[in-house]
């Protein structure tokens, strides 16, 4: 059974692949699979990045086969290798965990001094609505650093990904203009999502990139936009459960998005 607040608060929506359809509403988040399934290491999905952008133009995931680090922005695919390079990702590749919106910002807030990592977290968070569920987010502008990792490609059988990321290769970009993209998912939703920002950065120039494990913005645009709906496309063997908000399972997720 699914927790009552995931169907009454964020309005989840399972279906499977025969069963998606392009979507253009906006405020609307859809989603590939779930982190649950990539922790246990289910790294092969059934979407096509081509059937991924009739979903949305924003976002952020990753590759079968655990393959780097994906960013979503202004419509365009681009994948983070282990070593932060990035390249244009094949519209006929498929992902095994991604989440998309079409993007309509409904809050806005700039930044004209530098702020740390948690300051900006503050910051995006006092400018959510009250009752505000769910939000992609959206940073624009000038980094003093973005602490940033990405992760090799896997081979069967698959390691778990709390595992995977003891291999990531975590490196700095320094002095940056660039896009940093993502959500934030309610406690509640973790094992399906990833509670609290998730986020992904890809520099002005399109060359590098990776998921953020910090970040030290000096001058940005943050706008955001908020949500209540979350589609969920559900691969084979992957099911939409009630998140198992474990210790185990947090912890895993810890390592997983923040570990570095």
């Not at 998309?100 to 702020?115: I, S």
Request: proline share 5%; hydrophobic share 40%; net charge negative.
């Amino acid at each position: 059974m699914l927790d009552e607040r995931l169907v009454r608060a964020l309005h989840v929506q399972s279906l499977r692949e025969e069963e998606l359809h392009a979507e253009r509403e906006p405020h609307v988040l859809f989603q590939a699979s779930t982190i649950g399934a990539l922790l246990d290491g289910a790294y092969e999905g059934d979407v096509t990045f081509a059937e991924l952008a009739e979903h949305g133009d924003l976002g952020l995931g990753t590759l079968n086969s655990l393959d780097g680090e994906m960013i979503a922005v202004d419509g365009s695919f681009y994948r983070a290798d282990v070593e932060g390079a990035i390249n244009e990702v094949d519209p006929q590749r498929r992902t095994p965990f991604a989440v998309l919106t079409w993007f309509t910002p409904t809050a806005e807030v700039r930044l004209d001094e530098p702020v740390s990592h948690k300051e900006l977290m503050a910051l995006l968070d006092e400018q959510l609505a009250g009752g505000t569920v769910a939000c992609a987010v959206r940073v624009d502008g000038s980094f003093e650093r973005v602490h940033a990792r990405s992760v090799p490609r896997q081979s069967p059988p698959y390691r778990g990904l709390a595992e995977v990321v003891s291999d990531q290769h975590v490196f700095d970009l320094a002095d940056v203009e660039g896009t940093m993209v993502g959500f934030r998912f309610p406690d509640y939703s973790e094992g399906i999502e990833v509670s609290g920002y998730h986020l992904h950065f890809i520099t002005a120039d399109r060359t590098r990139g990776g998921h953020v494990l910090e970040c030290h913005p000096t001058r940005a645009v943050a706008t955001i936009d908020a949500s209540t709906d979350l589609h969920v496309e559900l691969p084979p063997g992957v099911d939409l459960s009630s998140p198992q908000a474990s210790l185990e399972t947090h912890e895993a997720l810890n390592r997983a998005e923040h570990w570095g």
